[in-house]
């Protein structure tokens, strides 16, 4: 028993005896496909082709998802000139009831039901030195482009971080940016705004 405790004992030490020294010989792998992998590396060479390369030039026409990105005004918000694009999107009621439903899952607590920067986390982040959103329905901001709009969603701007990856589809963007409009007309209509069939029919109730 006590020899073999002492012999226990002393392979502890001379195993600790070699910890942190530099070896030259290999370390020992038993597996071996995550260390020598069937693949080429950068700039290896390879007989599968003429030219002997086996890092391959892209397909003429091919465009990186950036490239196209910047390449229209749905993808970048301008259109060929390079000035705000307004809202490629077609109106319809399924678009609007999309952009409300986006809106209010991704902008609403910062921004507010109605669109005026008073949401939730605007409301309560005001004791921690919060900085509210700008309220849409400001002179400024109801004359800023549609493109504006998407681009700010697309790219985030000051406080606001991005919201690409939370919204990465391109149209959902353009359709909050159709409902963000439906706000402001509704806190900034005019006579000329209500259809006269609509405005008698209100009259009468």
């Known amino acids: 028993m006590y020899k073999v405790l002492s012999a226990c004992l002393l392979s502890l030490s001379l ?16 597996i071996q496909n ?3 992998q069937e693949k080429y590396e950068v700039y290896e060479a390879s007989p599968l082709f003429e030219d002997g390369s086996s890092m391959r030039m892209p397909i003429p026409g091919t465009l990186s998802h950036d490239e196209q990105a910047v390449s229209d005004a749905m ?5 060929a000139s390079g000035q705000w694009a307004s809202n490629p999107l077609a ?14 899952i991704y902008c609403k607590p910062c921004h507010g039901q109605v669109g ?3 949401g939730m986390v605007a409301q309560r982040g005001l004791t921690q030195g919060f900085v509210p959103p700008t309220s849409f329905h400001s002179e400024d901001m109801r004359n800023k482009k549609d493109g ?36 402001q007309k509704s806190q900034n209509a005019t006579r000329r705004d209500i259809p006269d069939a609509v405005f008698r029919d209100v009259g009468k109730k």
Not at 91 to 104: A, F, I, K, N, P
Request: hydrophobic share 30%.
């Open 15 to 30: 195993v600790s005896c070699f910890r942190g020294t530099v070896s030259e010989q290999s370390p020992i792998h038993l």
């Open 91 to 104: 109106l319809s009621y399924e678009v609007m009831d999309r952009g409300q439903e986006r809106y209010d």
């Open 148 to 183: 504006h709009y998407f681009d700010v969603i697309t790219n985030g701007i000051r406080n606001m971080s991005s919201y690409r990856y939370q919204i990465p589809d391109v149209e959902d963007r353009w359709a909050i940016v159709h409902y963000i409009r439906a706000l």
């Open 34 to 36: 995550m260390d020598d």
């Open 75 to 79: 993808h970048s918000g301008k259109n």
């Open 116 to 118: 005026d920067g008073k």
